[in-house]
C-alpha cells in the first residue's frame, strides 16, 4: 500500500509564494503518476496539477495555469506543488494523490487516483 504525506501549507498574504512536498513511501514512486487537488471549504475538491511518471506530462487547471508548478524528485519519492502568485481564491486544503500507471501519461480525473494523502492546509490572507 502507497502512503503518502503531504507538508508545507500555510497562511500566506496574496502575492505570495508556497512549495507544498508529498513523500510517498511503500512502493517504486516512479511506478506511480502523481497528482495535487485541493478543497475549498463548502466545496467539492478539484484537479490542481498531474505529473507524469517521469515527469515528462503535466498539466494544470486553468485557475492555476501560469502561476503553480508541478515537479517530482524520483531519488526523493516526493512530488512538489510550487505556488507563485497566490490568491486568496487558493485557499483551501491541498491533497497529493497516487495513480498507479505503466504508462508516461497523466490523468486528471479525482476518480482516476485511488490513493491520497491526509492533506495540508493553504490558506491565503488578502
Known amino acids: 500500500q502507497v502512503h503518502l504525506v503531504e507538508s508545507g501549507g500555510r497562511l500566506v498574504q496574496a502575492g505570495g509564494s508556497l512549495r507544498l512536498s508529498c513523500v510517498v513511501s511503500?512502493?517504486?514512486?516512479?511506478?506511480?503518476?502523481m497528482g495535487w487537488f485541493r478543497q475549498a471549504p463548502g466545496k467539492e475538491r478539484e484537479f490542481v496539477a498531474a505529473i507524469a511518471r517521469f515527469g515528462t506530462i503535466s498539466y494544470y487547471s486553468d485557475s492555476v495555469k501560469g502561476r503553480f508548478t508541478i515537479s517530482r524528485d524520483n531519488n526523493k519519492n516526493t512530488v512538489y506543488l510550487q505556488m507563485d502568485s497566490l490568491k486568496p481564491e487558493d485557499t483551501g486544503v491541498y491533497y497529493c494523490a497516487a495513480r498507479f500507471c505503466s504508462g508516461d501519461i497523466a490523468r486528471t480525473s479525482i476518480t482516476d487516483f485511488a490513493s491520497w494523502g491526509q492533506g495540508t492546509q493553504v490558506t491565503v490572507s488578502s
Open positions: 511503500g512502493r517504486t514512486f516512479s511506478d506511480y503518476q
